[in-house]
T-cell receptor
Framework: AQKVTQAQTEISVVEKEDVTLDCVYE???????LFWYKQPPSGELVFLIR??????QNEISGRYSWNFQKSTSSFNFTITASQVVDSAVYFC?????????????FGAGTQVVVTP | GAVVSQHPSWVICKSGTSVKIECRSLDFQATTMFWYRQFPKQSLMLMAT?????????EQGVEKDKFLINHASLTLSTLTVTSAHPEDSSFYICSALILQGTQETQYFGPGTRLLVL
């Protein structure tokens, strides 16, 4: 069963618009990690954030912000004032305590296209 | 700088040949490495977990005799695609779990694109 759901296949925005990527996860573990990665056309994964299940504080890093809500099992990601360089595929991933911490279960990814 | 490297970055081979992909952790020791596969326009799927000095643990549906994994040292894991066929064409990505202080951090390699003709 899919443990990480990214329902949005592709989002197209015009530069400077905000874009929010949804991520819903499923786990029975009380201890787990959630991640967001960016994959530009080159293919190399770029780490964006890791959040553990006990830390529900929202986080902001520059134009990026994350909203973690355990009540709805969601970990959404917002890019504020998008730029063309933000065009990439973004993956949400889950790592559960019952597995090795390095075993990531990825969502299907959301393609973000930012046009000038 | 990069923490995990992969070699080669891309490879084209004929059907039936074997291809070896190396994953190295640079300047750090990694007791555990992981191998993922990504088909075009799809997500990353974990293939196997590689532990130094022991046999790899394969995910369900991954043929261990076809995808040979060797983790002979704390800085090197290799994935050999044996008797490769066109359906094995994919983007193979490794990652290393590295202990830094008291925290484990995962680093991904840049990936290897395999095209089997």
């Amino acid at each position: 069963a899919q443990k990480v759901t990214q329902a949005q296949t592709e989002i197209s925005v015009v530069e400077k618009e905000d874009v929010t990527l949804d991520c819903v996860y499923e786990t029975r573990d009380t201890t787990y990690y959630l991640f967001w990665y960016k994959q530009p056309p080159s293919g190399e994964l770029v780490f964006l954030i890791r959040r553990n299940s006990f830390d529900e504080q929202n986080e902001i890093s520059g134009r990026y912000s994350w909203n973690f809500q355990k009540s709805t099992s969601s970990f959404n990601f917002t890019i504020t004032a998008s730029q063309v360089v933000d065009s990439a595929v973004y993956f949400c991933a889950l790592s559960e305590s019952t597995d090795s911490w390095g075993k990531l279960q990825f969502g299907a990814g959301t393609q973000v296209v930012v046009t000038p | 700088g990069a923490v995990v490297s992969q070699h080669p970055s891309w490879v084209i081979c004929k059907s039936g040949t074997s291809v070896k992909i190396e994953c190295r952790s640079l300047d750090f020791q990694a007791t555990t490495m992981f191998w993922y596969r990504q088909f075009p326009k799809q997500s990353l799927m974990l293939m196997a977990t590689s532990n130094e000095g022991s046999k790899a643990t394969y995910e369900q549906g991954v043929e261990k005799d076809k995808f040979l994994i060797n983790h002979a040292s704390l800085t090197l894991s290799t994935l050999t695609v044996t008797s490769a066929h066109p359906e094995d064409s994919s983007f193979y990505i490794c990652s290393a779990l590295i202990l830094q202080g008291t925290q484990e951090t995962q680093y991904f390699g840049p990936g290897t694109r395999l095209l089997v003709l």
